[in-house]
């Protein structure tokens, strides 16, 4: 049942160009009882929520089903991550950009993405521990807390970059990811330098490129 209210949900919107008015209508036009919905969300807010952690469930799912995924490093992870993970979205492009586009206020927005925003969080504070369990030195460990909200903020840039991206096969946001995610880890490396000046050159390439 999830799933189908999923299905129909994303469906109705881009057929309709706007949302349901009610969990009442939404529930007629789909044909169930309002009770079944309310087993699996708590409001149509919710479900929209719950469709960008699906989202990435799916590509948890599909990174740990890869051949030796359990043995790769941090860095190999998220690039995994990240690959799969817009591979997911571009499956369903156009109920992603129709959901983030047509919310004017920037909090609507973050409140969409704020069950997705936790989960992701949560996967990226097991790569930082992993990452710290390398380090030879408590010293050099990293804090949890702030390199897990900076791996958000990295993921939003790209998430951004990539619905603005009019490159034939995002190419484009796969070089993002490439530069953005090896930044990072030479951040963690404390040797960032050329990957940093790397990075900021093709950020300010494509700020003119894609304005």
């Not at 049942?1 to 349901?20: A, N």
């Not at 409001?43 to 929520?49: C, Q, T």
Request: hydrophobic share 40%; charged share 25%.
């Amino acid at each position: 049942m999830q799933q189908k209210i999923f299905e129909y949900y994303t469906t109705s919107v881009l057929e309709h160009e706007k949302e349901p008015t009610s969990v009442y209508r939404f529930c007629k036009d789909l044909k169930i009882e309002e009770a079944d919905f309310y087993k699996h969300f708590a409001s149509l807010e919710h479900l929209r929520g719950q469709i960008f952690c699906q989202f990435f469930d799916n590509a948890i799912s599909l990174i740990q089903k890869e051949k030796g995924y359990a043995s790769k490093t941090p860095q190999e992870k998220l690039l995994s991550f990240y690959y799969t993970f817009f591979e997911v979205l571009l499956l369903n492009r156009s109920y992603v950009l129709f959901a983030l586009r047509t919310e004017k206020n920037p909090l609507d927005k973050m409140a969409t993405l704020k069950s997705f925003r936790s989960a992701f969080k949560k996967f990226a504070t097991v790569l930082i521990q992993d990452g710290n369990a390398l380090k030879q030195s408590k010293i050099s460990e990293h804090p949890e807390a702030i390199f897990s909200e900076g791996a958000w903020i990295q993921l939003a840039f790209l998430l951004k970059f990539w619905m603005e991206d009019t490159s034939t096969g995002f190419e484009k946001t796969d070089m993002a990811i490439e530069k953005s995610v090896r930044t990072v880890f030479d951040l963690f490396d404390s040797t960032p330098f050329d990957s940093v000046i790397d990075f900021g050159k093709f950020l300010w390439k494509e700020k003119f490129n894609m304005a």
